[in-house]
DNA sequence: CAGCCCGCTTGGTCTATACCAAGTGGGTCG
DNA sequence: CGACCCACTTGGTATAGACCAAGCGGGCTG
Protein backbone atom coordinates (compact mmCIF):
# COMPACT_ATOMS: atom_id res chain seq x y z
CA UNK A 1 0.00 0.00 0.00
CA UNK A 2 1.39 3.64 -0.64
CA UNK A 3 1.95 6.40 1.90
CA UNK A 4 -1.08 7.47 3.28
CA UNK A 5 -1.23 11.23 2.71
CA UNK A 6 -0.21 13.34 5.45
CA UNK A 7 -1.30 15.80 6.99
CA UNK A 8 1.82 18.28 7.06
CA UNK A 9 4.31 18.84 4.36
CA UNK A 10 7.43 17.18 5.88
CA UNK A 11 7.92 13.51 5.43
CA UNK A 12 6.80 11.42 8.07
CA UNK A 13 10.56 10.12 9.46
CA UNK A 14 11.59 13.93 9.66
CA UNK A 15 9.08 13.74 11.72
CA UNK A 16 9.31 10.84 14.19
CA UNK A 17 12.88 12.30 14.72
CA UNK A 18 11.67 15.29 16.14
CA UNK A 19 9.72 13.86 18.52
CA UNK A 20 12.10 11.49 19.66
CA UNK A 21 14.71 14.98 19.49
CA UNK A 22 12.46 16.59 21.53
CA UNK A 23 12.24 13.74 23.84
CA UNK A 24 15.76 13.53 24.17
CA UNK A 25 16.35 17.34 25.15
CA UNK A 26 13.90 18.58 27.10
CA UNK A 27 13.55 15.27 29.33
CA UNK A 28 17.07 15.75 29.48
CA UNK A 29 17.91 11.56 28.71
CA UNK A 30 20.88 10.73 30.47
CA UNK A 31 23.75 9.70 27.82
CA UNK A 32 23.87 6.19 27.27
CA UNK A 33 20.07 5.80 27.71
CA UNK A 34 18.52 2.87 25.67
CA UNK A 35 16.27 4.40 23.18
CA UNK A 36 13.10 2.25 21.44
CA UNK A 37 14.17 -0.47 19.12
CA UNK A 38 13.35 0.44 15.30
CA UNK A 39 10.73 -2.45 15.48
CA UNK A 40 9.46 -0.88 18.53
CA UNK A 41 8.84 2.91 17.00
CA UNK A 42 7.51 1.38 14.33
CA UNK A 43 4.60 0.29 16.38
CA UNK A 44 4.13 3.36 18.33
CA UNK A 45 3.94 5.48 15.06
CA UNK A 46 2.33 3.58 12.85
CA UNK A 47 4.75 3.21 10.17
CA UNK A 48 6.87 0.30 8.54
CA UNK A 49 10.08 -0.56 10.19
CA UNK A 50 11.91 1.33 7.24
CA UNK A 51 10.59 4.29 8.34
CA UNK A 52 11.54 4.63 11.74
CA UNK A 53 14.81 3.20 10.85
CA UNK A 54 15.28 6.77 8.91
CA UNK A 55 13.97 8.90 11.69
CA UNK A 56 16.90 6.85 13.64
CA UNK A 57 19.33 7.38 11.37
CA UNK A 58 18.48 11.02 11.09
CA UNK A 59 19.14 11.60 14.72
CA UNK A 60 22.41 9.75 14.35
CA UNK A 61 24.32 12.05 11.92
CA UNK A 62 22.69 14.84 13.96
CA UNK A 63 25.17 13.03 16.71
CA UNK A 64 21.84 12.54 19.15
CA UNK A 65 22.05 8.95 19.47
CA UNK A 66 24.43 6.07 18.50
CA UNK A 67 23.79 2.81 17.93
CA UNK A 68 25.16 -0.46 18.90
CA UNK A 69 24.20 -3.30 17.10
CA UNK A 70 22.80 -5.79 18.02
CA UNK A 71 22.69 -4.08 21.49
CA UNK A 72 20.32 -1.60 20.41
CA UNK A 73 20.40 2.74 20.25
CA UNK A 74 21.30 4.80 22.90
CA UNK A 75 21.44 8.74 23.44
CA UNK A 76 24.82 10.16 22.70
CA UNK A 77 26.91 12.61 24.89
CA UNK A 78 27.50 16.05 23.76
CA UNK A 79 30.72 16.87 21.94
CA UNK A 80 34.18 18.06 23.09
CA UNK A 81 35.91 21.37 22.14
CA UNK A 82 39.67 21.35 20.56
CA UNK A 83 42.08 24.11 20.01
CA UNK A 84 44.56 23.12 16.98
CA UNK A 85 47.61 21.53 18.22
CA UNK A 86 48.75 18.84 20.52
CA UNK A 87 46.02 16.34 21.38
CA UNK A 88 47.61 16.33 24.77
CA UNK A 89 47.80 19.67 25.33
CA UNK A 90 44.46 19.84 24.53
CA UNK A 91 43.00 16.93 26.69
CA UNK A 92 45.22 18.36 29.31
CA UNK A 93 43.64 22.15 28.96
CA UNK A 94 40.08 20.33 29.04
CA UNK A 95 41.41 18.52 32.44
CA UNK A 96 40.40 15.22 30.66
CA UNK A 97 41.85 11.73 30.68
CA UNK A 98 44.14 11.04 27.19
CA UNK A 99 45.75 8.54 26.11
CA UNK A 100 46.77 6.85 23.16
CA UNK A 101 47.37 3.17 21.15
CA UNK A 102 49.87 2.98 18.61
CA UNK A 103 48.82 1.34 15.38
CA UNK A 104 52.12 1.62 14.03
CA UNK A 105 55.54 3.21 13.68
CA UNK A 106 58.04 2.76 11.19
CA UNK A 107 60.17 4.95 8.21
CA UNK A 108 59.07 5.54 5.51
CA UNK A 109 61.34 5.44 2.22
CA UNK A 110 60.38 5.83 -1.41
CA UNK A 111 57.20 6.87 -2.99
CA UNK A 112 53.24 5.42 -1.97
CA UNK A 113 51.81 5.38 1.68
CA UNK A 114 51.66 8.93 2.12
CA UNK A 115 55.27 8.95 2.47
CA UNK A 116 55.49 11.60 -1.24
CA UNK A 117 52.93 13.83 0.40
CA UNK A 118 54.74 13.69 3.99
CA UNK A 119 58.00 14.85 2.12
CA UNK A 120 56.66 17.18 0.57
CA UNK A 121 54.66 19.28 3.26
CA UNK A 122 57.99 18.50 5.57
CA UNK A 123 60.09 20.12 2.67
CA UNK A 124 62.42 16.99 2.52
CA UNK A 125 64.17 15.65 -0.70
CA UNK A 126 62.86 13.16 -2.87
CA UNK A 127 65.62 10.58 -1.04
CA UNK A 128 65.01 11.43 2.65
CA UNK A 129 63.19 9.15 4.94
CA UNK A 130 60.71 10.11 7.36
CA UNK A 131 59.21 8.78 10.96
CA UNK A 132 55.89 7.70 10.75
CA UNK A 133 53.71 6.96 13.47
CA UNK A 134 49.81 6.08 13.32
CA UNK A 135 47.79 6.24 16.85
CA UNK A 136 44.50 5.94 18.44
CA UNK A 137 43.73 8.73 20.47
CA UNK A 138 41.30 8.53 23.41
CA UNK A 139 39.96 10.14 26.11
CA UNK A 140 38.16 9.30 29.32
CA UNK A 141 38.48 6.06 27.55
CA UNK A 142 36.60 6.68 24.39
CA UNK A 143 38.38 6.87 21.09
CA UNK A 144 37.80 10.45 19.44
CA UNK A 145 40.72 10.77 16.41
CA UNK A 146 42.94 8.70 14.51
CA UNK A 147 46.58 10.38 14.40
CA UNK A 148 48.72 10.10 11.53
CA UNK A 149 52.17 12.00 12.16
CA UNK A 150 55.13 12.31 10.55
CA UNK A 151 58.57 13.59 11.37
CA UNK A 152 62.00 13.78 9.28
CA UNK A 153 63.95 10.61 10.22
CA UNK A 154 67.13 12.94 10.00
CA UNK A 155 65.49 15.39 12.97
CA UNK A 156 64.57 12.37 15.32
CA UNK A 157 66.74 9.33 15.07
CA UNK A 158 65.96 6.55 17.17
CA UNK A 159 62.10 7.84 17.82
CA UNK A 160 60.40 4.87 16.39
CA UNK A 161 61.68 2.75 19.65
CA UNK A 162 60.16 4.43 22.01
CA UNK A 163 56.56 3.88 23.72
CA UNK A 164 54.45 6.50 22.11
CA UNK A 165 51.57 6.30 24.82
CA UNK A 166 52.18 9.82 25.70
CA UNK A 167 53.02 13.18 23.91
CA UNK A 168 55.06 13.11 21.16
CA UNK A 169 55.36 16.84 21.28
CA UNK A 170 56.98 16.25 24.67
CA UNK A 171 59.21 13.71 23.21
CA UNK A 172 60.72 15.97 21.07
CA UNK A 173 61.12 18.70 23.54
CA UNK A 174 63.16 16.88 25.95
CA UNK A 175 64.55 14.16 23.84
CA UNK A 176 65.56 16.01 20.43
CA UNK A 177 65.38 20.01 21.91
CA UNK A 178 62.97 21.16 19.26
CA UNK A 179 60.26 23.79 20.12
CA UNK A 180 57.06 23.47 18.27
CA UNK A 181 56.59 27.35 17.65
CA UNK A 182 53.41 27.51 15.41
CA UNK A 183 50.87 25.34 13.35
CA UNK A 184 48.75 25.45 10.07
CA UNK A 185 46.44 23.83 9.55
CA UNK A 186 43.07 22.76 7.16
CA UNK A 187 39.73 21.46 8.56
CA UNK A 188 37.22 20.02 6.10
CA UNK A 189 34.19 17.50 6.65
CA UNK A 190 34.84 13.90 5.60
CA UNK A 191 33.33 10.87 4.98
CA UNK A 192 35.19 8.30 7.20
CA UNK A 193 36.62 5.44 5.22
CA UNK A 194 36.16 2.16 6.57
CA UNK A 195 39.01 1.67 8.88
CA UNK A 196 38.52 4.84 10.49
CA UNK A 197 35.06 4.06 11.39
CA UNK A 198 35.93 0.48 12.88
CA UNK A 199 38.58 2.13 14.70
CA UNK A 200 36.74 4.79 16.18
CA UNK A 201 33.91 2.83 16.76
CA UNK A 202 31.16 4.54 14.41
CA UNK A 203 29.13 3.32 11.89
CA UNK A 204 30.46 2.79 8.22
CA UNK A 205 30.45 6.42 6.53
CA UNK A 206 30.13 8.44 9.41
CA UNK A 207 30.54 12.16 9.28
CA UNK A 208 34.58 12.71 10.17
CA UNK A 209 36.61 16.05 10.78
CA UNK A 210 39.64 16.01 9.04
CA UNK A 211 42.62 18.15 9.94
CA UNK A 212 45.93 18.15 8.24
CA UNK A 213 49.09 20.05 10.08
CA UNK A 214 51.96 21.18 9.35
CA UNK A 215 54.06 22.12 12.29
CA UNK A 216 57.45 24.14 12.46
CA UNK A 217 59.66 24.73 15.69
CA UNK A 218 62.27 28.10 16.55
CA UNK A 219 63.68 28.17 13.27
CA UNK A 220 60.74 27.71 11.05
CA UNK A 221 61.74 24.39 9.78
CA UNK A 222 58.45 22.27 9.24
CA UNK A 223 59.15 19.70 11.78
CA UNK A 224 56.00 18.41 11.71
CA UNK A 225 53.50 16.72 9.01
CA UNK A 226 49.79 15.44 10.18
CA UNK A 227 46.75 14.14 9.26
CA UNK A 228 44.54 13.21 11.94
CA UNK A 229 40.96 12.43 11.64
CA UNK A 230 38.10 13.38 14.17
CA UNK A 231 34.75 12.40 15.11
CA UNK A 232 32.34 14.87 13.74
CA UNK A 233 30.08 13.89 16.34
CA UNK A 234 32.55 14.66 19.07
CA UNK A 235 35.01 17.34 18.06
CA UNK A 236 35.12 21.03 17.78
CA UNK A 237 37.83 23.04 16.68
CA UNK A 238 38.50 26.74 18.71
CA UNK A 239 41.27 28.91 16.20
CA UNK A 240 42.24 32.13 16.51
CA UNK A 241 43.46 34.15 13.60
CA UNK A 242 44.35 38.17 13.15
CA UNK A 243 43.18 39.87 10.18
CA UNK A 244 45.23 40.34 7.60
CA UNK A 245 44.72 43.86 5.84
CA UNK B 1 13.15 -12.88 -1.75
CA UNK B 2 16.25 -12.26 0.58
CA UNK B 3 19.53 -11.02 -0.33
CA UNK B 4 21.97 -13.68 -2.36
CA UNK B 5 24.72 -13.91 -0.56
CA UNK B 6 27.67 -11.65 -1.80
CA UNK B 7 31.45 -13.65 -2.38
CA UNK B 8 32.61 -10.28 -0.42
CA UNK B 9 32.60 -8.96 3.09
CA UNK B 10 31.00 -5.47 2.54
CA UNK B 11 27.36 -4.69 1.46
CA UNK B 12 26.75 -4.72 -2.04
CA UNK B 13 26.04 -1.02 -2.01
CA UNK B 14 29.25 0.02 -0.85
CA UNK B 15 30.76 -1.87 -4.01
CA UNK B 16 28.39 -0.08 -5.90
CA UNK B 17 30.01 3.48 -4.40
CA UNK B 18 33.10 2.80 -5.36
CA UNK B 19 32.64 1.11 -8.73
CA UNK B 20 31.10 4.37 -9.25
CA UNK B 21 33.65 6.53 -7.47
CA UNK B 22 36.33 5.16 -9.22
CA UNK B 23 34.26 5.77 -13.28
CA UNK B 24 34.29 9.61 -11.72
CA UNK B 25 37.88 9.62 -10.43
CA UNK B 26 39.53 7.66 -12.47
CA UNK B 27 37.70 8.57 -15.64
CA UNK B 28 37.87 12.22 -14.23
CA UNK B 29 34.14 13.33 -15.18
CA UNK B 30 33.66 16.87 -15.47
CA UNK B 31 31.43 18.19 -12.73
CA UNK B 32 28.24 18.46 -13.36
CA UNK B 33 28.33 15.70 -15.86
CA UNK B 34 24.71 13.22 -15.46
CA UNK B 35 25.20 10.41 -13.41
CA UNK B 36 22.65 7.29 -14.57
CA UNK B 37 19.24 7.11 -12.73
CA UNK B 38 18.91 5.11 -9.64
CA UNK B 39 16.21 2.72 -11.77
CA UNK B 40 19.25 2.17 -14.31
CA UNK B 41 21.50 1.68 -11.88
CA UNK B 42 19.65 -1.29 -10.88
CA UNK B 43 19.51 -2.96 -13.66
CA UNK B 44 22.73 -2.34 -14.38
CA UNK B 45 23.95 -3.69 -11.20
CA UNK B 46 20.97 -6.15 -10.95
CA UNK B 47 20.08 -5.25 -7.24
CA UNK B 48 16.76 -3.15 -5.91
CA UNK B 49 16.41 0.45 -6.73
CA UNK B 50 16.41 0.89 -3.23
CA UNK B 51 20.30 -0.71 -3.15
CA UNK B 52 21.27 1.39 -5.62
CA UNK B 53 20.18 4.46 -4.24
CA UNK B 54 21.57 3.96 -0.90
CA UNK B 55 24.94 3.92 -2.95
CA UNK B 56 24.24 7.45 -4.73
CA UNK B 57 23.36 8.58 -1.25
CA UNK B 58 26.78 7.61 0.18
CA UNK B 59 28.46 9.12 -2.73
CA UNK B 60 26.25 12.23 -1.87
CA UNK B 61 27.47 12.27 1.40
CA UNK B 62 30.91 11.85 0.73
CA UNK B 63 30.35 15.47 -1.45
CA UNK B 64 30.97 13.20 -4.78
CA UNK B 65 27.87 13.91 -6.30
CA UNK B 66 24.63 16.13 -5.93
CA UNK B 67 21.35 15.16 -6.79
CA UNK B 68 18.40 17.75 -8.29
CA UNK B 69 15.06 15.91 -8.65
CA UNK B 70 13.93 15.84 -11.03
CA UNK B 71 16.09 15.73 -13.41
CA UNK B 72 18.81 13.50 -11.86
CA UNK B 73 22.06 13.06 -10.05
CA UNK B 74 25.25 15.02 -11.53
CA UNK B 75 28.99 15.04 -10.62
CA UNK B 76 29.89 17.43 -8.22
CA UNK B 77 32.54 19.72 -8.25
CA UNK B 78 35.31 20.12 -5.40
CA UNK B 79 35.52 22.18 -2.55
CA UNK B 80 36.39 25.34 -1.40
CA UNK B 81 39.41 26.48 0.70
CA UNK B 82 38.77 29.21 4.09
CA UNK B 83 40.56 30.99 5.77
CA UNK B 84 39.30 32.34 8.87
CA UNK B 85 37.89 35.29 8.29
CA UNK B 86 35.72 37.99 6.30
CA UNK B 87 34.53 35.97 3.58
CA UNK B 88 34.85 38.71 0.88
CA UNK B 89 38.48 38.94 1.76
CA UNK B 90 38.45 35.41 1.71
CA UNK B 91 36.75 35.44 -2.11
CA UNK B 92 39.14 38.29 -2.85
CA UNK B 93 42.53 36.04 -2.38
CA UNK B 94 40.88 33.36 -3.92
CA UNK B 95 40.20 35.31 -6.93
CA UNK B 96 36.67 34.04 -6.93
CA UNK B 97 33.33 36.31 -7.82
CA UNK B 98 31.92 36.63 -4.48
CA UNK B 99 27.99 37.89 -3.59
CA UNK B 100 25.61 38.39 -0.92
CA UNK B 101 22.12 38.26 -0.79
CA UNK B 102 19.91 39.82 1.72
CA UNK B 103 17.91 37.90 3.71
CA UNK B 104 17.08 40.10 6.65
CA UNK B 105 18.47 42.83 8.86
CA UNK B 106 17.53 44.37 12.01
CA UNK B 107 17.83 45.65 15.35
CA UNK B 108 17.54 43.44 18.28
CA UNK B 109 16.61 44.18 21.50
CA UNK B 110 15.14 41.98 25.00
CA UNK B 111 15.62 38.31 24.81
CA UNK B 112 15.19 35.40 22.04
CA UNK B 113 16.17 35.23 18.64
CA UNK B 114 19.96 35.12 19.64
CA UNK B 115 19.73 38.30 20.90
CA UNK B 116 21.09 37.03 24.73
CA UNK B 117 23.58 34.82 23.02
CA UNK B 118 25.13 37.93 21.02
CA UNK B 119 25.23 40.07 23.74
CA UNK B 120 27.16 38.03 25.99
CA UNK B 121 29.46 37.11 22.73
CA UNK B 122 30.00 41.16 22.01
CA UNK B 123 30.30 41.71 26.56
CA UNK B 124 27.01 43.95 25.97
CA UNK B 125 24.29 45.16 29.00
CA UNK B 126 21.06 43.12 28.87
CA UNK B 127 19.36 46.28 27.74
CA UNK B 128 21.96 47.24 25.03
CA UNK B 129 20.92 46.27 21.53
CA UNK B 130 22.56 44.66 18.93
CA UNK B 131 22.51 45.38 14.64
CA UNK B 132 21.97 41.91 13.08
CA UNK B 133 22.23 41.06 9.90
CA UNK B 134 21.56 37.47 7.62
CA UNK B 135 23.36 36.86 4.68
CA UNK B 136 23.27 34.44 1.73
CA UNK B 137 26.92 34.11 0.75
CA UNK B 138 27.58 33.31 -2.90
CA UNK B 139 31.06 32.70 -5.18
CA UNK B 140 30.41 32.52 -8.78
CA UNK B 141 26.75 32.37 -8.03
CA UNK B 142 26.50 29.60 -6.25
CA UNK B 143 24.57 29.55 -2.91
CA UNK B 144 28.02 28.88 -0.27
CA UNK B 145 27.31 29.87 3.16
CA UNK B 146 24.69 31.73 5.27
CA UNK B 147 26.30 34.21 7.76
CA UNK B 148 24.26 35.79 10.60
CA UNK B 149 25.97 38.49 11.92
CA UNK B 150 25.90 41.01 14.89
CA UNK B 151 27.09 44.41 15.91
CA UNK B 152 26.93 46.24 18.52
CA UNK B 153 24.11 49.22 17.51
CA UNK B 154 26.16 51.83 20.05
CA UNK B 155 29.20 51.21 17.45
CA UNK B 156 27.23 50.95 13.94
CA UNK B 157 24.41 53.38 13.79
CA UNK B 158 22.11 53.60 10.56
CA UNK B 159 24.18 50.53 9.23
CA UNK B 160 20.66 48.68 8.44
CA UNK B 161 19.74 51.16 6.02
CA UNK B 162 23.14 50.36 4.25
CA UNK B 163 23.03 48.28 0.92
CA UNK B 164 24.66 45.01 2.70
CA UNK B 165 25.64 43.20 -1.04
CA UNK B 166 29.73 43.91 -0.18
CA UNK B 167 31.68 43.44 2.61
CA UNK B 168 30.78 44.40 6.05
CA UNK B 169 34.05 44.69 7.22
CA UNK B 170 35.14 47.01 4.72
CA UNK B 171 31.74 49.00 5.86
CA UNK B 172 33.05 48.65 9.40
CA UNK B 173 36.20 50.20 8.58
CA UNK B 174 35.43 52.88 5.93
CA UNK B 175 32.15 54.61 7.70
CA UNK B 176 32.51 54.06 11.59
CA UNK B 177 36.46 53.93 11.42
CA UNK B 178 36.77 50.07 13.24
CA UNK B 179 40.06 48.07 12.12
CA UNK B 180 39.14 44.54 12.64
CA UNK B 181 42.26 42.82 14.14
CA UNK B 182 41.50 39.44 15.11
CA UNK B 183 39.13 36.73 15.49
CA UNK B 184 38.41 33.50 17.42
CA UNK B 185 36.37 31.10 16.51
CA UNK B 186 34.78 27.49 17.19
CA UNK B 187 34.63 25.22 14.07
CA UNK B 188 32.27 22.05 14.38
CA UNK B 189 30.31 19.81 12.20
CA UNK B 190 26.61 19.96 12.32
CA UNK B 191 23.65 18.65 10.53
CA UNK B 192 21.74 21.44 8.21
CA UNK B 193 17.93 22.44 9.50
CA UNK B 194 15.27 22.58 6.96
CA UNK B 195 16.12 26.25 5.89
CA UNK B 196 19.30 25.91 5.90
CA UNK B 197 19.50 23.39 3.26
CA UNK B 198 16.69 25.13 1.48
CA UNK B 199 18.57 28.69 0.76
CA UNK B 200 22.19 26.16 0.64
CA UNK B 201 20.19 24.31 -1.90
CA UNK B 202 21.30 21.08 -0.72
CA UNK B 203 19.41 17.94 0.49
CA UNK B 204 17.72 18.26 3.82
CA UNK B 205 19.86 16.90 6.54
CA UNK B 206 22.94 17.21 4.49
CA UNK B 207 26.02 18.13 6.37
CA UNK B 208 27.33 21.52 7.15
CA UNK B 209 30.22 23.35 8.92
CA UNK B 210 29.27 25.79 11.99
CA UNK B 211 31.61 28.41 12.13
CA UNK B 212 31.31 30.62 15.43
CA UNK B 213 33.05 33.84 15.28
CA UNK B 214 33.78 36.95 17.88
CA UNK B 215 36.16 39.46 16.20
CA UNK B 216 37.78 42.52 17.92
CA UNK B 217 39.35 45.63 17.37
CA UNK B 218 42.17 47.53 17.56
CA UNK B 219 40.95 48.24 21.75
CA UNK B 220 40.33 44.47 21.67
CA UNK B 221 36.76 45.39 22.11
CA UNK B 222 34.63 42.64 20.54
CA UNK B 223 33.16 44.25 17.63
CA UNK B 224 31.34 41.70 15.65
CA UNK B 225 29.85 38.14 16.74
CA UNK B 226 29.03 35.91 13.61
CA UNK B 227 27.27 32.52 13.38
CA UNK B 228 28.32 31.31 9.71
CA UNK B 229 27.02 27.87 8.50
CA UNK B 230 28.98 26.55 5.38
CA UNK B 231 28.25 23.51 2.84
CA UNK B 232 30.43 20.62 4.28
CA UNK B 233 31.21 19.39 0.74
CA UNK B 234 32.08 23.00 -0.54
CA UNK B 235 34.15 24.31 2.18
CA UNK B 236 37.55 24.02 4.01
CA UNK B 237 38.94 25.95 6.23
CA UNK B 238 42.79 27.01 6.99
CA UNK B 239 43.97 28.18 10.13
CA UNK B 240 47.26 28.97 12.03
CA UNK B 241 47.93 29.09 15.67
CA UNK B 242 51.10 29.54 17.95
CA UNK B 243 52.09 26.67 20.08
CA UNK B 244 50.84 27.33 23.62
CA UNK B 245 54.17 26.33 25.90
C1' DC C 1 2.63 30.61 -34.32
C1' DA C 2 2.01 31.02 -29.24
C1' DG C 3 0.65 29.05 -25.28
C1' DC C 4 -1.02 25.49 -22.74
C1' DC C 5 -1.24 20.88 -21.15
C1' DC C 6 -0.12 16.19 -20.62
C1' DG C 7 2.89 12.38 -20.17
C1' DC C 8 7.54 10.79 -19.25
C1' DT C 9 11.34 10.59 -16.14
C1' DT C 10 13.63 11.56 -11.88
C1' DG C 11 14.61 11.36 -7.15
C1' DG C 12 11.90 11.14 -2.48
C1' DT C 13 9.08 8.59 0.51
C1' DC C 14 6.79 4.60 2.31
C1' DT C 15 5.07 -0.23 2.90
C1' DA C 16 5.85 -5.07 3.78
C1' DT C 17 8.82 -8.71 4.14
C1' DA C 18 13.01 -11.47 4.57
C1' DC C 19 17.47 -13.02 6.01
C1' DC C 20 21.94 -11.96 8.33
C1' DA C 21 25.53 -11.22 12.15
C1' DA C 22 26.25 -10.64 16.56
C1' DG C 23 25.63 -9.72 21.70
C1' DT C 24 22.72 -11.44 25.78
C1' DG C 25 20.81 -14.40 28.85
C1' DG C 26 18.77 -18.50 30.34
C1' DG C 27 18.77 -23.19 30.54
C1' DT C 28 20.90 -27.57 29.97
C1' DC C 29 24.39 -31.02 30.07
C1' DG C 30 28.67 -33.11 31.55
C1' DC D 1 29.21 -26.10 39.57
C1' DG D 2 30.99 -24.63 35.26
C1' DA D 3 31.04 -24.60 30.44
C1' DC D 4 28.48 -24.66 26.52
C1' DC D 5 24.74 -23.83 23.48
C1' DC D 6 20.66 -22.05 21.63
C1' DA D 7 16.79 -18.90 21.29
C1' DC D 8 15.74 -14.10 21.22
C1' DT D 9 16.52 -9.41 20.12
C1' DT D 10 18.92 -5.83 17.82
C1' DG D 11 20.37 -3.12 13.95
C1' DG D 12 22.09 -3.91 8.86
C1' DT D 13 21.12 -5.19 4.32
C1' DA D 14 18.27 -6.30 0.52
C1' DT D 15 14.03 -7.15 -2.37
C1' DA D 16 9.76 -5.63 -4.77
C1' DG D 17 6.41 -2.67 -5.44
C1' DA D 18 3.76 1.75 -4.90
C1' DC D 19 2.60 6.72 -5.08
C1' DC D 20 4.23 11.61 -5.03
C1' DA D 21 6.03 16.28 -6.74
C1' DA D 22 8.22 18.47 -10.04
C1' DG D 23 11.04 19.66 -14.30
C1' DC D 24 11.09 18.95 -19.18
C1' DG D 25 9.72 18.43 -23.76
C1' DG D 26 6.63 17.38 -27.35
C1' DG D 27 2.30 17.70 -29.24
C1' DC D 28 -2.16 19.69 -29.46
C1' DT D 29 -5.22 23.59 -29.53
C1' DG D 30 -6.87 28.18 -30.16
Not at 95 to 102: D, E, P, V
Not at 131 to 141: D, I, K, P, S, Y
Amino acid sequence: MAAPRQSSRSPRYVGIAAELRERILDEHLAPHTLMPSERELSEQFEVSRMTARQALMLLESEGHVYRRPPRGTFVAEPRVRFQIGSFSAEADRLGRQASAQLLWAKALAGAGNGATRARTALGLADDDTVHAFRRLRLMEGEPLAIETTYFPSALTPGILDVEAEGSLWGLLRERYGIEMTRSVAVIESIVLDEESCDRLAVRAASSGILLTRRTFDQDDRCVEFARDVYRADRAAFEVSASVAR
